[in-house]
């Protein structure tokens, strides 16, 4: 008889407690002993707060690819479990022409006749949007029930079409379903990665990009292959807290690569900030980068309780059942 699989919620648990104090016991590290840049001018954030930034998006975008890949092979089962495998290889194609994607924005990028500080500036804007478009709740309220129900209702169609004319169109659209849902989040991670690339070099992103990829990785394994039911929902509002401090900090050292560029002012003000503040969390004296970053963290809390609003208070105000958030099958 098959050995029953242990219980994964205190396993998860434990592992992302043990990942926080990893974290914390990293940030204590830098502000003791190694040294800050106390100059709000200075350039750019530290490495190692560009690599976990990088890490947190790539698990972020791949939790969420495993969540819609879930769901749509979920009910691929018995006689339609070969399905799964034309699903698997779009999915295989997918990160392979975001790799390829990569290559071009960076080709794009680099023939780009303009002061080096006015690209960066102009592409960190870029993350910028792409960082909110990713963390926003409003968009992932719509992600959840209109992408996720997508997505099955055009795995439906493909059976139905399977049946009437054949094999070959239906393992080509079965194929295409699940490339289209890797490469979504692929090229919103190679947008977003070029102004960590431009601040620090393509060797640490792709240390970073190792780490989320590594921990997804971990993850799908559970889903796909051992067939594990995981606490997706708690896992991508824990990455989404995560995020919103990545954009927090993202904010924070876009303000200042402007006053690089000459695009806004320094306004310096006289307050207590250690410069390793500045190198892990993109804190800096000036007035216009703390005014940027009040206003994101203000976007993002009004993002969230307007999207709770819709959620739960505006349907008990109508008379209507709140609406759930799905969670997703076990693959």
């Not at 209702?153 to 059976?159: N, S, Y």
């Not at 102004?195 to 992103?205: D, I, M, S, W």
């Amino acid at each position: 008889m098959a050995r029953p699989p242990l219980p994964l919620r205190p396993l998860v648990s434990a592992a992302l407690l043990g990942a926080g104090l990893a974290l914390a016991a990293l940030l204590v590290w830098q502000a003791v002993v190694a040294s800050g840049s106390p100059d709000p001018t200075a350039r750019g954030i530290g490495p190692g707060t560009a690599a976990l930034e990088a890490a947190v998006l790539v698990l972020r975008e791949g939790l969420e690819t495993i969540v819609v890949l879930a769901a749509i092979t979920a009910s691929l089962m018995g006689g339609q479990r070969a399905y799964r495998r034309p699903v698997a290889a779009g999915a295989g194609l997918a990160l392979g022409a975001s790799v390829a994607t990569w290559f071009v924005v960076v080709a794009l990028i680099s023939a780009v006749n303009a002061p080096e500080l006015d690209v960066q500036a102009a592409t960190g804007l870029l993350a910028i949007v792409v960082l909110m478009v990713v963390m926003n709740w409003f968009f992932h309220r719509v992600y959840w029930t209109g992408w996720i129900v997508h997505h099955h209702q055009r795995r439906r169609r493909l059976l139905e079409l399977g049946d009437r004319a054949g094999l070959p169109r239906l393992v080509l659209g079965l194929g295409l379903l699940g490339f289209t849902s890797v490469y979504r989040e692929g090229f919103e991670v190679v947008l977003f990665l070029q102004g960590l690339r431009l601040q620090v070099g393509t060797g640490v992103v792709a240390a970073g990009v190792l780490l989320g990829l590594a921990f997804t990785s971990v993850v799908g394994v559970l889903t796909f292959v051992a067939h594990h039911r995981l606490p997706y929902r708690r896992m991508l509002v824990l990455t989404g807290v995560l995020l919103g401090a990545v954009f927090l900090v993202m904010v924070g050292e876009q303000a200042q690569e402007m006053q690089l560029a000459g695009w806004i002012p320094a306004t310096r003000l006289p307050l207590p900030i250690p410069g390793w503040m500045g190198v892990w969390l993109a804190l800096f004296p000036t007035l216009e980068t703390l005014l940027a970053q009040a206003l994101a963290a203000g976007v993002v809390l009004a993002s969230y309780f307007g999207a709770e609003y819709l959620r739960v208070r505006r349907p008990r105000r109508l008379g209507l059942a709140p609406a759930v958030r799905p969670e997703a099958p076990p693959g």
